[in-house]
């Protein structure tokens, strides 16, 4: 199958069981702050890949993962009646945790600048006071 089509049809699926989370699945388990974030399809359609996201503990994300899981087939079920398609393909339900990464890499990246900006205000002001000491030393130079 041509690589544009693929990409096509992972992101219907996406939008599917986006929709299909967040509307028709009324499993509490499942996380209101659950999100799909990418879907890879394999070439023959065997098996699509649905990477969600998950905000919360590891506790809420994991009980999320297995109800998640647990209605894959149900899920599956309303994409093969919305996918044109000869074949449906198998859902598998991974974790993404880039969001969390990136959060924490912003939040180090924002904790240096703080760093940063407090040596330069230690150095501006250190040499405030070099400099008005020099000058209060040698008066009788001007």
Not at 2 to 25: G, N, W, Y
Not at 44 to 53: F, I, P
Not at 74 to 102: E, M
Request: with cysteine; aromatic share 2%.
């Amino acid at each position: 199958m041509k690589k544009f089509r693929i990409e096509k049809v992972a992101s219907v699926v996406r939008q599917i069981v986006s929709d299909a989370i967040r509307d028709r699945l009324q499993d509490p388990r499942v996380s209101s702050m659950t999100s799909v974030t990418r879907v890879e399809v394999s070439p023959d359609l065997d098996w699509a890949r649905v990477h969600v996201s998950i905000l919360g503990s590891a506790a809420v994300q994991k009980t999320t993962m297995a109800a998640l899981t647990s209605a894959a087939g149900y899920i599956q079920g309303i994409l093969a009646r919305s996918l044109h398609t000869r074949q449906c393909p198998r859902l598998v339900f991974l974790l993404d945790d880039s969001l969390k990464k990136s959060d924490e890499v912003m939040r180090l990246i924002d904790d240096s600048m703080r760093e940063l900006e407090d040596d330069d205000t230690r150095n501006t002001q250190a040499t405030a006071r070099e400099t008005q000491s020099c000058d209060g030393a040698h008066p009788d130079e001007e």
